[in-house]
Nanobody, 124 residues
Framework: QVQLVESGGRLVQAGGSLRLSCAASGRTFSSYSMGWFRRAPGQEREFVAFISWSDGSTNYADSVKGRFAISRDNAKNTVYLQMNSLKPEDTAIYYC?????????????????WGQGTQVTVSS
């Protein structure tokens, strides 16, 4: 089972940028599809972005499309979330997650490994 550790979250002003990282342990990282999710205060966990292990195809929530970009570096066992044009409504704890399938999934129930989360706060 892969283990995940997120980093990069901090306080940033609206309009700014952040890059989150998620470091994975284990030698089979390249065979895991990866997702980013977030949970805002008082809200349910929601899908943000997905990247497949098979061909690197990506998928985004409508709320972040055009502003966020997910990528991965299999040599470094790391997945990234580049976040641009941040808005106060992007404030949340961001989690990375892993699943072994390659099909795009947005439901967190399909992901079997989760990190502990990193806090992103966007001030207005």
């Amino acid at each position: 089972q892969v283990q995940l550790v997120e980093s990069g979250g901090r306080l940033v002003q609206a309009g700014g940028s952040l890059r989150l990282s998620c470091a994975a342990s284990g030698r089979t990282f390249s065979s895991y599809s990866m997702g980013w999710f977030r949970r805002a205060p008082g809200q349910e966990r929601e899908f943000v972005a997905f990247i497949s292990w098979s061909d690197g195809s990506t998928n985004y929530a409508d709320s972040v499309k055009g502003r966020f970009a997910i990528s991965r570096d299999n040599a470094k066992n790391t997945v990234y979330l580049q976040m641009n044009s941040l808005k106060p409504e992007d404030t949340a704890i961001y989690y990375c997650a892993a699943r072994t399938g390659w099909v795009i999934k947005r439901d967190p129930a399909y992901f079997t490994a989760w990190g502990q989360g990193t806090q992103v706060t966007v001030s207005s």
